[in-house]
């Protein structure tokens, strides 16, 4: 476990405008599409976390020029798609499940052998769900055994495209065979039920990558080019989740938070908290590039607790963390039912979640797919957060509402989706130190 920690004293008011950093699952396919794109292309507003800079990292390690101009502007020398050459080592790719595999389907299109290797977090990740269509593509791919990392990549005779539904509702199942598919000869398509987050599919537009969508069905075809691009990368709703509830518990607090990512793929948890009671409003919309983008206006709500409906929890499957502690704050009970993915995250969520509202005194009960939490007053105590960032970063907000001081323990990780959270929350008024 790692020593860095939050130190929380309760504080009273979260009043402001911020802007949150870029979007972790929309920065992670800049990089990728722009690496395997014909010419030069340009990524602003890039999220310069760890998570993303193992993209970079293993892309730089494959032979691709990259160019720093900043921490958030990034030029990427595409190589073409046949272009990566053999990497000199394993590609570590740390923390980050999206980049393990996402990098697996383009990895399998390669006429090169890869490892994949990641930190105790995701070498312990399910992985078969992206081998089993990867297999179907004839593609080379080994794991570990019980189907963890690392993953072993040999270059496949010839992929070859497939129909592919999906057992669970997963973007990064959807896009690992997406992004093969464009290795594959024919036509590779993958069909929903439930539809996920659809960053890659914007993306593939983006680099002018024909790509056909119907309904809860996308379809691209090997032997296409990626054009280089602009890309111009909005502020990560699931960062900005920690914000909004800051807000909607706090007491008289008015906070503006700018150029959102409002992605309908994306968008449950504004309204699983306006199920709840919560005011926040929608203004300036628009879009950069392919993705929708808004100012959110958020002032501080009484909440009650709901039933949250089955059809909101993938498009907000990154936010419960967050949303357990608006429901703690809640008057009344949540339930949340259906969610079994979440004990495969970052840590067992479900689990570390209750483990931890327990610790504040609040009474949860804990099922194999969900959680049941009756709203209640924090009180303080000492929080581990599991080395999961999104877990850290919710109970630093629980400290808003507590009535004594709140640690968090192993806050490293926050590293991997919102590097200045700190410094962002300060700002809004929260009492928070880090060691
Ligand atoms: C992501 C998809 C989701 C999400 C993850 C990012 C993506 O994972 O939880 O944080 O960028 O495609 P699953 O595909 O496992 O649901």
Known sequence: MGSAYFHLEPSATCNGTVVVPGDKSISHRAVMLASLAEGKSEIVGFLPSTDCE????????????????DDTHVRIQGVGLKGLRAPSNVLNMGNSGTAMRLMAGILSGQSFSSTLVGDASLSSRPMQRIQTPLKKMAANIASEEGYIPP???QPSSKLVGIDYSLPIPSAQVKSCVLLAGLYAQGKTCVKENTSTRDHTERMLQTFSYPIEVNHQSVCVEGGGKLIASKIEIPGDISSAA????AALISKNSTLTIRNVGINPTRDGVIQILRLMGADILISNKRNMGMEPVGDLLIQSSELHGIEIPQSLIANSIDEFPIIFIAAACAQGVTTLNGAEELRVKESDRIAVMANGLRVLGINVDEKPDGLVINGGKFQGGEIDSGGDHRIAMAF????????AAITVRNTENVMTSFPNFVETVSNLGLKVSQH
């Open 54 to 69: 193992a993209t970079l990292n293993a892309f730089q390690n494959m032979g691709v020029q990259i160019e720093r101009i």
């Open 151 to 153: 993953l072993v990549i």
């Open 242 to 245: 920690f914000l909004i509830v």
């Open 396 to 403: 630093a907000i629980a400290s808003i509402q507590a009535n």
